[in-house]
């Protein structure tokens, strides 16, 4: 039975690995203009030994750069061309981009998705993100990347590469530390988690317009979520959303429910994705589960036996780390681990 492997990852601030896009032709900066990098096509070198040593069919990529053209430059100069650029979507400096190994045997064709079952995910809809009971006109931080994948056993599913906006307040530890001043971090961090619950629910409206119109849509929604591990003191505390909870789905319609990819494979000590200190806890170096990767019925299952398998690129990664270097940005090659999936079609 042929299978299908498609991988997850946020590479950290791709962008800033290249010149300004004023600046003509993309190439590479310095290695000393990168905050904390000594040697930036080192650093390219290992991010590009991650992705090849994942080996996957379709690679969903996170914060990549602004330009197609950066992209295909880093393809083309640290992955031989390998893989044709589906992307970008979204505005600013941290774009999406899918990946398409040009040598898969399960990959027959891709095609760009920008408006489908009467849903633009470009456009604006009203939706109140300050709770001042008025609605606004909001827009996604990163409209998704949407594409439709034809594999050659003559399966189509769709693919939606989702980046959330980020929970992040400028000098959140500093505001959070003073009480005089934590009111205003907590009504930012708020703001922040109702505008990410609209983006979730925005895509949750797709995905239910997609089962409306087929109960059996093969569907992978894959990114970084920006949702953390289960509810957090704000989710707790001021009752917003879960996000992965809002996007797989509700247990009344079960057809509709997406499955995780990698939770149950994984085990417990090894279920996280990123690494970050968690001031508002008092937690150092906690481990976090951002990144997701979650499938509908028909490709997690198949005719009532499990269809898909999936892990947390964990060794892939590690492989890739250099603690004998300067910088902290590179001993890493991201500050995520990257996901796959490998589906049976």
């Given at each position: 039975m042929p299978t299908l492997k498609i991988a997850n990852w946020n590479v950290e601030w791709m962008n800033r690995?290249?010149?300004?896009?004023?600046?003509?032709?993309?190439?590479?900066?310095?290695s000393e203009e990168v905050g904390g990098v000594?040697?930036?096509?080192?650093?390219?070198?290992?991010?590009?030994?991650?992705?090849?040593?994942?080996n996957a069919d379709i690679v969903a990529l996170q914060e990549g750069p602004s330009r197609k053209s950066e992209m295909v430059l880093f393809i083309t100069q640290f992955l031989g061309?390998?893989?044709?650029?589906?992307?970008?979507?979204?505005?600013?400096?941290?774009?999406?981009?899918?990946?398409?190994?040009?040598?898969s045997d399960a990959v027959a064709d891709v095609f760009r998705i920008t408006q489908e079952l009467g849903l633009d995910f470009e456009a604006d809809w009203e939706v109140d993100v300050d709770r001042d009971l008025v609605l606004d006109?909001?827009?996604?931080?990163?409209?998704?990347?949407?594409l439709k994948i034809m594999?050659?056993?003559?399966?189509?599913?769709?693919?939606?590469n989702l980046h959330a906006k980020s929970k992040y307040v400028h000098q959140g530890e500093r505001l959070w530390r003073d009480p005089l001043r934590r009111d205003e971090y907590v009504r930012e961090a708020l703001q922040a988690r109702q505008r990410i619950s609209a983006e979730a629910m925005r895509v949750r409206e797709y995905l239910d317009l997609s089962f409306a119109q087929d109960e059996q849509a093969a569907l992978a929604l894959i990114g970084d979520f920006n949702d953390g591990p289960g509810f957090d003191y704000f989710e707790k505390r001021y009752l917003t959303h879960g996000l992965a909870n809002t996007l797989a789905g509700s247990p009344y319609i079960p057809p509709?429910?997406?499955r995780h990819g990698f939770v149950d494979d994984m085990p417990k000590d090894l279920n996280w994705t990123a690494i970050f200190d968690d001031f508002i806890e008092?937690?150092?170096?906690?481990?976090?589960?951002?990144?997701?990767?979650?499938?509908?019925?028909s490709l997690y299952w198949n005719a009532g036996t499990?269809?898909?398998?999936?892990?947390?690129?964990h060794d892939v990664f590690n492989a890739q780390v250099r603690e004998d270097l300067p910088g902290e940005r590179e001993k890493l090659p991201s500050d995520h681990r990257p996901q796959s999936v490998t589906l049976e079609l």
């Open positions: 690995w290249f010149t300004a896009d004023n600046a003509g032709a993309p190439q590479l900066r310095r000594s040697d930036l096509p080192g650093l390219c070198i290992r991010v590009a030994a991650v992705i090849e040593a994942m061309d390998r893989y044709a650029v589906e992307g970008p979507a979204g505005a600013g400096q941290q774009k999406l981009y899918t990946l398409i190994k040009r040598s006109s909001y827009g996604f931080t990163r409209p998704p990347l949407v594999t050659s056993s003559g399966r189509e599913l769709r693919l939606i509709r429910m997406l008092e937690v150092e170096d906690r481990k976090i589960l951002l990144d997701h990767i979650l499938l509908s019925a499990r269809a898909s398998t999936g892990l947390i690129e």
